[in-house]
């Protein structure tokens, strides 16, 4: 059985950083592109960064690129995602998700069969 399990939300000021982590059991963590969406009220999924398996390579959407980083710990089976100057359009829960899709769709939703539970992240202006 696959579990994703997001960890270090909460409330911060703009301006401010937060770091998310998300262990993976049940799945060959080394072979598996993990990435990060959130969803805002009202709103759709959103993409905001993937990072590959192998060497690591990075996507990020263009709302958050230059503040936000994902990196993955092969020995730990864990991705995080390192989001720094925080704005208040950052507030929304974010999901990890892990999946195999090609480089051309690694920013869809639906690409990704595993997704964790969530974490709430407020940005306070």
């Known amino acids: 059985q696959v579990r994703l399990v997001e960890s270090g939300g909460g409330l911060v000021q703009a301006g401010g950083s937060l770091s998310l982590s998300c262990p993976a059991s049940?799945?060959?963590?080394?072979?598996?592109?993990m990435a990060w969406f959130r969803q805002a009220p009202g709103k759709d999924r959103e993409f905001i960064a993937a990072?590959?398996?192998?060497?690591?390579?990075?996507y990020y959407a263009d709302s958050v690129k230059g503040r936000f980083a994902a990196s993955r710990d092969r020995g730990k089976n864990t991705v995080y995602l390192q989001m720094n100057s925080l704005k208040s359009e950052d507030t929304a829960v974010y999901y990890c998700?892990?999946?195999?899709?090609?480089?051309?769709?690694?920013?869809?939703?639906?690409?990704?069969?595993?997704w964790g539970q969530g974490t709430q992240v407020t940005v306070s202006s």
């Open positions: 049940g799945l060959t963590f080394n072979t598996h592109t």
């Open positions: 990072i590959k398996a192998g060497g690591g390579t990075t």
């Open positions: 998700a892990a999946g195999t899709p090609i480089t051309s769709a690694l920013r869809l939703a639906s690409m990704y069969p595993y």
